[in-house]
């Protein structure tokens, strides 16, 4: 996604990174920052709505409702946080 907002937005800085030989390793980077901060995002928010293992036992359907809830909301901070900004 990041490579392609590039392209699409930022033609002059895709071109760049591509004729420095960056846009790979800065791709790489997106990525991993994205994972990490999906997961601490995933954390975070589970934490402070109560989602636990003791409800993931006691009602699953709920915890899956609110797990997914949760990581789409992360995903919308990531994606405008890290992949569609510079």
């Known amino acids: 996604m990041r490579k392609r907002f590039?392209?699409?937005n930022h033609r002059g800085i895709?071109?760049?990174?591509i004729l420095s030989e960056t846009l790979w390793k800065h791709l790489a980077e997106i990525d991993e920052e994205c994972n990490e901060m999906m997961d601490?995002?995933?954390?975070?928010?589970?934490k402070k709505e109560g989602v636990t293992e003791q409800l993931k036992s006691d009602d699953?359907?709920?915890?899956?409702?609110k797990m997914n809830s949760i990581r789409s909301r992360a995903e919308e901070v990531v994606l405008h946080d890290l992949i569609y900004s510079l």
């Not at 895709?14 to 990174?17: A, G, I, N």
């Not at 699953?60 to 409702?65: I, M, R, Y």
């Open 40 to 46: 601490r995002l995933v954390r975070q928010m589970a």
């Open 14 to 17: 895709y071109s760049y990174m």
């Open 60 to 65: 699953w359907l709920c915890w899956l409702q």
């Open 6 to 8: 590039l392209e699409e």
